[in-house]
């Protein structure tokens, strides 16, 4: 099986060859090519190049086209700062008062330099690769995005007591989300990743996320024109597996807070799961102790497929060794492959 | 005296967490008038806050359930302060920060807590460098520092700060919090930090702790997990 045929099995809740595996690789493809962050994304070839790479020495099961989350807040005009050793982070937020919300037009993604070198990133690889393995473009969610736009204690005011502004700011950010999503889409990505962490418990109270976030995720997913997965960033999943279902998502990523017997319970047959390994922990995992985790997570997870073995944020932390990713490689090769022994 | 008979714990519980300033204000009041004591209802508010900071760590309440409840209970506290006649403790000297990252909603769901917890503390703000936090807690010569940081590079550069506050001879106390010292409970240790803040809502009993064993004179050394006692 290839990678393409391996990840569509499982997405049908059937067993492939074994277990797919997402690594999923932003700036971690500077360290693969020993040049700085900033550099790394300035020009798209380094970041084909980095991914072809990196998807032949770890096994990757994908290709991601994900830059960093603070590149829609470039398009709008807002500041990213790098670091030498992570991902870009967004700097203050662009908008300084709630007022200013009506003034605000969404980004034209043919204007914006940086959204055009994600789509040249994309249909680079989608030329290298075609068919044989699928390449994930991201998108943040219109209701997730306004923590970088507008900074997190303005926007639960601008949720819970401004509801006119909020509605405004969500239908800003669903046009820009849709077309964001469909031109990675046209430029050649197989699926889209939906970054939405405020979807989960950890962030807004399920009510409140039925009342906003999960309206505006049907709303939205419903005119992407291809597959979309829902990312919840390392927030808790399980509470609210059936309602993700509900958007029309057909992946789910979950936290490393999550129970893995339960969530695999009740996503079967529904949604497939796309986790959880923790990304943080893993920095200061030895090979050993990789080995374990995988196992573990294989045998709870695995079974009659509907999995993809990942971390459980969607972008691996530069400070996570070669040796550890490899090893994650390794033993699904060895302990991955399908029919799975269930836990003793 | 902290009068912890009848405390209506629960009721101000579910006043909080369906954002009623108007009930919340009114379990304030009847305390008042009832003539018990400020730590009464001081006891109240981290009793509560507590409950609902453990309750986002079990995953049953939400973050904006926590940050509501704080700011509610910070603006009572404010306003009840001067009705007792008393001020804010300004002893130890605290301050908040955010290392690097431009988040900082951690920290003001830490500054509600202690504000409510009667403390008067300093917020230097947030995007702040290793060197402008070593600089404003020298300045302000800090007894407990607090850093917040939501990215994990950020939080490995407390190992900085705390290295150049010993350089520059400060004793200050480090208390760390946010997400990477949340996902890897180990990482307040592999930094050098004195503690980690958890969920927030417990950063009180880790003050006062250190208050009790006399920390406020000589506060660095022991180190100490709130999990831990
Ligand atoms: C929601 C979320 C997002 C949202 C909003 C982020 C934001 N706040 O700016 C969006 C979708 C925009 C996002 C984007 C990104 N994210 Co994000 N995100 C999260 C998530 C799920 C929650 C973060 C959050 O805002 N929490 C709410 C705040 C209030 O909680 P808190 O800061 O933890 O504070 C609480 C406690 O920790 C405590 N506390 C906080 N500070 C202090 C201090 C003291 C002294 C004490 C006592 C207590 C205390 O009190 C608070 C209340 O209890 C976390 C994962 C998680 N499970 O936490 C990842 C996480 C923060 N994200 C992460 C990353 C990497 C990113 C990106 C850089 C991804 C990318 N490559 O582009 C971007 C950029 C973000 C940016 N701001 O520029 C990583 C950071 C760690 C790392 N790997 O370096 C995390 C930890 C995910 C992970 N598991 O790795 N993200």
Redesign the pocket.
């Known amino acids: 099986m290839n990678s393409m045929e391996r990840v569509i099995t499982s997405m049908s809740h059937k067993e492939p060859d074994r277990v797919p595996v997402f690594h999923l690789f932003?700036?971690y493809g500077a360290k693969e090519l020993g040049i700085s962050i900033k550099e790394y994304f300035s020009d798209p070839g380094y970041v084909v190049e980095a991914q072809l790479r990196m998807r032949k020495k770890y096994s990757n099961d994908c290709l991601y086209t994900?830059f960093?989350?603070?590149i829609e807040i470039e398009a709008y005009g807002g500041e990213v700062v790098f670091v030498e050793d992570?991902?870009?982070?967004?700097g203050e937020p662009f908008i300084k008062n709630i007022d200013q919300i009506v003034k605000i037009n969404p980004p034209v993604i043919k204007d914006s330099k940086p959204l055009q070198r994600v789509l040249e990133a994309t249909s680079t690889l989608k030329k290298s690769v075609g068919d044989e393995i699928p390449i994930i473009g991201v998108v943040?969610s219109p209701f997730?995005?306004p923590?970088?736009q507008i900074g997190?204690e303005k926007y639960l005011e601008l949720m819970y007591f401004r509801k006119d502004e909020f509605n405004q700011l969500m239908s800003i950010n669903e046009a820009f989300c849709v077309s964001w999503a469909n031109a990675q889409l046209e430029a050649g990505a197989t699926a889209i990743c939906y970054?939405d962490?405020?979807a989960?418990p950890?962030?807004i109270e399920r009510p409140t996320y039925l009342e906003t976030g999960h309206k505006i995720a049907q709303k939205t997913l419903n005119q992407i024109k291809g597959p979309t997965a829902t990312h919840?960033?390392?927030?808790i999943g399980l509470p609210i597996v059936d309602d993700i279902v509900a958007t029309g998502s057909a992946v789910l990523g979950f936290?490393g807070k999550d129970d893995v017997k339960a969530i695999k319970e009740r996503a079967a047959g529904k949604i497939c799961l796309l986790g959880n390994l923790?990304?943080?922990e893993m920095a200061s995992w030895d090979k050993e102790k990789t080995r374990i985790e995988v196992k573990d997570l294989i045998k709870k997870a695995g079974k009659g497929g509907g999995f993809i073995l990942s971390d459980?944020?969607g972008?691996i932390?530069w400070q996570v060794s070669e040796d550890v990713l490899l090893e994650i490689a390794e033993t699904v090769k060895e302990s991955g492959h399908y029919p799975i022994k269930a836990e003793e | 005296m902290v009068e912890k008979r009848n405390l209506p714990i629960d009721d101000f519980l579910t006043a909080l967490l369906h954002i009623d300033r108007i009930k919340a204000a009114e379990i304030f009041e009847h305390i008042y008038k009832d003539d018990r004591s400020f730590e009464t209802l001081e006891h109240l508010t981290m009793e509560t806050l507590e409950r609902i900071?453990d309750g986002?760590e079990d995953g049953q309440l939400s973050?904006s359930q926590?940050?509501m409840s704080g700011i509610i209970c910070e603006e009572l506290i404010e306003q009840y302060i001067p009705k007792y006649k008393i001020a804010f403790k300004n002893k130890p000297q605290i301050a908040?920060a955010v290392l690097l990252?431009?988040?900082a909603?951690?920290?003001r769901?830490?500054y509600s807590v202690l504000r409510a917890g009667g403390y008067d503390l300093i917020d230097f703000g947030q995007g702040l460098s290793v060197e402008e936090v070593v600089e404003k807690t020298m300045k302000e010569k800090i007894d407990i520092l607090?850093?917040?940081?939501?990215?994990?590079?950020s939080a490995l550069k407390v190992k900085k700060v705390v290295e150049s506050l010993r350089k520059e001879g400060s004793s200050a106390s480090v208390?760390?919090?946010?997400?990477?010292?949340?996902?890897d409970s180990n990482l307040w240790q592999k930094v050098n930090a004195d503690a980690d803040?958890?969920?927030?809502?417990h950063?009180k009993e880790i003050i006062e702790k250190w208050e009790k064993e006399g920390k406020n004179h000589e506060f660095h050394g022991a180190s100490h997990n709130i999990n831990e006692s």
Do not use: C, E, Q
Not at chain 1, 86 to 90: A, D, E
Not at chain 1, 232 to 235: D, F, K, P, R
Not at chain 2, 146 to 153: D, G, H, Q
């Open positions: 932003s700036h994900f960093y989350a603070p992570g991902p870009p982070n967004s943040m997730s995005l923590v970088m997190f970054f962490p405020l989960s950890t962030m919840l960033a390392s927030g936290s923790n990304g943080i459980n944020h972008d932390p | 900071g986002w973050l926590v940050y908040i990252d431009n988040h909603l951690g920290k769901i830490v607090l850093i917040s940081t939501l990215m994990l590079p208390v760390v919090g946010g997400a990477p010292f949340r996902l803040g958890k969920n927030g809502t950063v």
